[in-house]
């Protein structure tokens, strides 16, 4: 058997891209259902929190692309990623400005997503692998939470899957033009986060360990030339603005940086969030078919263990980095659950079953995270902060015109600024540039910026204090020192103070 055979139970290799359609309504009517399954978890109260750190910083960017002059003022549009994304947003707050419109972007795109790992698992391993590939993806927890944030891993992940797509159907009959393609794919997901660069180091992982799957470099170079020729808008965009340094600056200081977990972070964190059972249904695949693993097997290990490798190393661990992992997962837990019967001798009604158990185990908790958060503890990348849309309100309708607020760290201020439509700087912001991100400002000296009364107010959170006590101490020594009076107070559905808002007095 050559590595381009087809498998017992494979859809031939020739097979159509599958459409909605399918050969009719019945046939369409289970990737419909999921389809709706995808949807409702990721629109089902989706402004239930306001906005995290991450959030406010994009929205505030699309929204100054939108030509909201407040929010420009206090979020430029040249930060430090490309804006792909944020211009997708954009059009979305042209029609209306609210938190529903902008992350209701990232969650269509994400139901696209399961589309599109439908259409990848029809590909290698038939219909009904794609089916439950699709569905373990729509109840996600990894997927389903992230594509309910207005982050850049939605729609990175749905040109990631398009880009691994393209490469499939490459490696199938070497056509250039599908090659081509992958690198065009490819451009428009490091557009969408830099970061994607990497899956160019899974892809030579992959035609480096197959020598059954020849690249020509005819074709090899100008799918090279695609990605070049589509990414670089990105540093064009920030040279023809005069803004050239604020992508490098913010790579040194992403390198330089002190790690921010441990290295095990993604090997503890990862595997509960797409579902211990679709990972180890996944990885038993692997080895139960080892006899009918083939290049295909191979790519989908690699475009998941070079990055898997290269975060890991990474000083900078963002719970959201290894998201293009899930549809891969999702696909090959799909192939080794149909394969149950063929494998394992099992009954239909037992295969079945264990299908069943698989999807409610990950659906479970993902209906269970639509619900608001509670608690102070929180993971970047896993939701919003609760309180912070809150005290941004309040802050919007109650301080003067020209008031500014000092928080302890720059996620609550990007989140209170976002909402409160006024400056807000953080105490944690070191004034050494190789140590801060180089798109926030330090307060060197906050005892007399208070004396000076350029700050009115100063803002506590508990998710910042958890993490950094030494500048909460010093946010709480100057409430006491300035006469700090509470004057809003936000509490989260478990009635816990999660943020505070004091006026302060410099006489």
């Not at 059009?91 to 419109?101: C, K, N, Q, T, V």
């Not at 409430?479 to 103070?497: I, L, Q, S």
Request: net charge positive; glycine share 8%.
């Amino acid at each position: 058997m050559t590595e381009r055979s087809v498998l017992p139970g494979e859809a031939p290799r020739t097979a159509p891209v599958p459409a909605l359609s399918g050969t009719g309504v019945r046939a369409a009517l289970p990737l419909v259902g999921v389809l709706l399954a995808a949807a409702l978890l990721r629109f089902y109260r989706l402004t239930g929190t306001g906005f995290n750190s991450d959030e406010a910083v994009y929205t505030g960017t699309s929204a100054s692309l939108a030509g909201d002059d407040q929010l420009g003022s206090l979020f430029p549009v040249f930060r430090a990623h490309p804006i792909l994304f944020q211009s997708l947003v954009s059009l979305a707050l042209r029609i209306h400005e609210s938190d529903w419109m902008a992350r209701a972007v990232p969650a269509l795109l994400g139901v696209a997503t399961v589309w599109l790992t439908y259409a990848l698992g029809h590909r290698l391993y038939g219909r009904r692998a794609a089916l439950i590939g699709a569905l373990l993806l729509a109840v996600m927890p990894y997927h389903v939470v992230v594509s309910r944030q207005v982050l850049l891993d939605a729609p990175m992940v749905l040109c990631a899957t398009g880009a691994l797509y393209c490469v499939i159907r490459y490696a199938e009959s070497p056509t250039p033009r599908w090659l081509f393609a992958a690198g065009g794919v490819l451009g428009l997901t490091v557009l969408a986060k830099e970061t994607s660069l990497v899956f160019l180091g899974s892809l030579y992982a992959f035609f480096a360990l197959t020598p059954a799957v020849r690249i020509r470099w005819r074709h090899l170079l100008p799918a090279l030339g695609a990605v070049g020729a589509v990414a670089v808008a990105h540093p064009l965009s920030q040279l023809l603005a005069g803004h050239s340094k604020a992508g490098g600056n913010y790579l040194l200081w992403q390198m330089f940086r002190r790690a921010n977990h441990p290295y095990y972070f993604y090997a503890w964190e990862v595997p509960w969030a797409v579902g211990p059972l679709v990972v180890l249904a996944a990885v038993a695949g692997l080895v139960w078919l080892r006899r009918e693993n083939t290049w295909r097997e191979r790519l989908l290990v690699c475009w998941v263990a070079v990055p898997t490798l290269f975060f890991t190393v990474w000083p900078v661990k963002g719970f959201q980095y290894l998201l293009p992992a899930a549809p891969v997962f999702a696909v090959l837990a799909g192939r080794t659950l149909t394969s149950l019967p063929r494998v394992v001798r099992a009954q239909r009604v037992a295969a079945v079953m264990a299908v069943c158990l698989v999807v409610v185990s990950v659906a479970v908790p993902s209906w269970l995270r639509t619900a608001p958060q509670t608690g102070t503890r929180f993971l970047a990348g896993t939701g919003g902060l609760p309180g912070g849309r809150e005290a941004g309100l309040w802050v919007r309708t109650h301080a003067p015109e020209g008031s500014r607020l000092l928080a302890i760290g720059p996620s609550m201020a990007n989140v209170v600024q976002y909402y409160g439509l006024h400056p807000v700087s953080a105490l944690s912001v070191s004034p050494d540039p190789a140590r801060r991100n180089p798109s926030y400002r330090p307060v060197p000296n906050p005892d007399r910026a208070l004396r000076e009364g350029r700050f009115q107010y100063l803002v506590w959170d508990a998710y910042t204090a958890r993490r950094t006590p030494f500048f909460t101490a010093k946010l709480q020594d100057l409430v006491g020192r300035y006469h700090g009076d509470a004057v809003f107070t936000a509490r989260n559905a478990d009635g816990v103070r999660v943020v505070v808002v004091y006026r302060v007095n410099a006489s």
